[in-house]
């Protein structure tokens, strides 16, 4: 039985266990890497260029550890889709990821693409073309996709709750939160400092306050209404944005929160707002003592913070 | 109505006379200086690009200058471009700055359109008079603008005295700026040529030949990219930009043949299925094509963080290593130091240099 590679990285975070269920309905044994290493990471970043956020650099990766071992590799190219009569892009590094690998690697095994961009053509005929570019013909990749879409993702929903301490809502993409190398376990870290941490789920469009513009990115949307969802939460007593340096639409949608959510009701006097960026450098030393720094200003009676010195960058 | 636009080269030249035309005045900030980006670079996300943190210095001054109206081109792309003015407009508005908003996209052209039309008075014929009069001196402008630098670019690496060019071109600027005819604009366009002609020679035979690709801005704007035509051209490298204001402004003069772009964006595509913004796409066309058509080097520029220009990089770079042509790519923002740009720069002007011989 023929091998197919798929790296535990970027949107394999959300979309894993339909991809895996869809591949071993054609008839392959699928292999996903394991979870990011120091080993792993340290081989994207060999050669990736030094610019490329920290994900992207651990997807490289992955590739490199996977390769070896299958027969044909699963490379995702995620463009667009349609939503709600609006066209919702991927970030560019997800579009051209397939491009990118294969500039960089161009001894990889035969790579099997499946592509995302419903200007071009439906969910389902993203499945019927990879079910082509695999070698399976036939009607057998609808079944597949019947059994894959049953598969439910559960999705990072990480609640490390706290009943002592301050409610802090956790705002950043799956691939870098669900990934401990990456993120160093921040939420768990937080934690430790003696928050009680969740990861922000999205909410509707509704969360969005008005006059703030929504950027037609799929993901970062609802990143952009977790973090206003959370915000207008009561129980909520602070948000931390965790992004990784260099993340192109990190930089739009932190400002627009940050700009913004005083236009939540009951936010008019602001929001503690911690920004953590994420990338090789970071030390879990330096990590703890600014996410202590944040939970201790958060225990704080209100009226003695001064809310506009929220602490900013790495 | 005030209106300011983002700066960026000279489009100043091309679209306050045009502004004019339609009845509404132009505010141009002064050239960009270190002053103007500080302001931008504190205003600015840090992880925002660079042309992002400059225009948006240039705006603040516009509107110190008194602009009542900031106008954008906007889109919703993968790429960060298309979000500047809403940004940029929240960005100031948060800073207390009032002003009206204009964002020029697929979906506002009807609204633009009728407001033009509430320039005219109220008449759609007058307005579409007055359009066509605009656009058709701004096209003038342009393409003498055009001719201007690309003549000056062609004479500086074998001037006796590349600063002849540099004021020869200047003075033209200025001549552009002033003169108000499209007779007038044909005459001085025709003269361009010969005002270059006068520079005096070195008697060198040919010089290095660069293609410029990469970002939009960053290619365009020389206070961005260190002037690095000019610089380039002082030391006898012919830089050949893919981008010029007057393209960019849609005024697609091609300085090859058609064809030849299309095949080598066609060759481009075993390394780039689809654009994401930025120019990728078609600065990987141009590497393809200054190879075939016998370039000694292709220069990429970038704002450091451009998400295409990061991720079409490897591509740029297996591209001129299957097609044997040395290929440099800078990264520039705000703490970009001069001296190490100039210094990568001449190292690649002298490699070029040892392979020719």
């Known amino acids: ?314 | 109505m005030k209106l300011a636009f983002p700066y960026m080269g000279e489009i100043r030249v091309v679209l306050a006379p045009i502004l004019r035309e339609l009845g509404i005045e132009p505010v141009v900030p002064p050239p960009p200086d270190r002053r103007v980006l500080e302001l931008g670079v504190r205003l600015a996300p840090e992880l925002m690009c660079i042309p992002f943190k400059l225009t948006l210095g240039n705006m603040v001054r516009s509107l110190e200058l008194g602009a009542d109206t900031l106008a954008y081109v906007s889109g919703s792309w993968s790429c960060r471009f298309g979000y500047y003015g809403r940004l940029q407009a929240e960005i100031l508005r948060g800073r207390g700055y009032r002003f009206r908003l204009i964002e020029l996209r697929h979906d506002s052209l009807g609204a633009i359109a009728r407001e033009l039309i509430a320039l005219s008075g109220g008449r759609t014929e007058r307005a579409a008079v007055r359009l066509a009069r605009a656009l058709r001196l701004g096209w003038h402008k342009s393409r003498a603008l055009d001719c201007a630098q690309e003549c000056c670019r062609r004479t500086m690496p074998r001037a006796a005295r590349p600063r002849d060019c540099r004021a020869a071109y200047r003075d033209l600027v200025r001549a552009i700026e002033a003169t108000g005819s499209v007779a007038g604009l044909a005459r001085l366009e025709r003269s361009i040529p010969g005002s270059f002609a006068r520079v005096p020679l070195d008697g060198r035979g040919r010089v290095p030949r660069v293609m410029l690709v990469g970002e939009s801005f960053c290619t365009i704007e020389p206070f961005i990219n260190f002037d690095i035509i000019a610089r380039l051209g002082e030391i006898g490298v012919e830089v050949e930009p893919f981008l010029t204001e007057h393209r960019w402004l849609g005024f697609h003069g091609f300085r090859v043949g058609k064809g030849e772009l299309v095949r080598a964006r066609r060759a481009a595509r075993r390394y780039w299925r689809d654009c994401v913004g930025g120019e990728d796409e078609n600065s990987l066309g141009h590497l393809i094509l200054a190879a075939r058509s016998g370039y000694d080097g292709v220069i990429h520029v970038h704002p450091f963080g451009c998400m295409p220009g990061t991720v079409v990089q490897p591509a740029l770079e297996r591209a001129s290593r299957d097609y044997r042509i040395p290929f440099l790519s800078l990264s520039l923002d705000e703490h970009t130091s001069e001296v190490g740009f100039q210094t990568r720069v001449e190292a690649f002007a002298s490699l070029l240099e040892r392979r020719r011989c």
Not at chain 1, 90 to 105: I, Q, Y
């Open chain 1, 1 to 314: 039985m023929q091998t197919v590679g798929i790296c535990r990285a970027l949107d394999a975070y959300r979309f894993l266990p339909a991809w895996e269920s869809f591949i071993a309905g054609l008839g392959f044994e699928v292999r996903v890497s394991p979870p990011t290493s120091r080993r792993m990471l340290l081989a994207g970043i060999r050669i990736a260029p030094a610019e490329l956020c920290l994900p992207v650099k651990a997807f490289l990766g992955h590739v490199v550890t996977l390769a070896p071992s299958v027969d044909r590799l699963l490379l995702p190219r995620l463009v667009c889709w349609r939503r709600d009569g609006d066209i919702e892009f991927a970030c560019p590094k997800a579009l051209a990821l397939p491009d990118l690998t294969r500039a960089l690697l161009p001894d990889l095994p035969p790579a099997a693409e499946i592509v995302f961009d419903e200007r071009a053509h439906s969910e389902d005929e993203s499945f019927r073309r990879l079910a082509r570019a695999l070698g399976v013909g036939g009607g057998r990749w609808r079944r597949a996709l019947r059994a894959a879409r049953s598969v439910v993702s559960a999705g990072v929903g990480v609640d490390a709750a706290n009943a002592s301490g301050p409610r802090v809502a956790v705002v950043g993409h799956d691939y870098l939160l669900g990934d401990d190398e990456l993120s160093m376990g921040v939420v768990a870290a937080l934690r430790r400092a003696g928050a009680s941490p969740f990861v922000a789920r999205p909410g509707v469009a509704d969360s969005v306050p008005p006059g703030c513009f929504e950027p037609n990115w799929r993901f970062e949307r609802e990143l952009l209404r977790a973090a206003f969802r959370a915000a207008a939460d009561p129980e909520v007593g602070g948000l931390v944005l965790a992004a990784s340096f260099a993340c192109g639409t990190a930089a739009v949608t932190n400002e627009l929160i940050r700009l913004s959510v005083r236009r939540v009701p009951g936010r008019e006097a602001g929001m503690p707002i911690l920004e953590l960026l994420f990338d090789e450098h970071s030390s879990p030393g330096g990590l703890a003592t600014r996410l202590e720094s944040f939970v201790e200003m958060l225990r704080r009676p209100r009226a003695s913070r001064r809310l506009d010195s929220a602490a900013v960058g790495r």
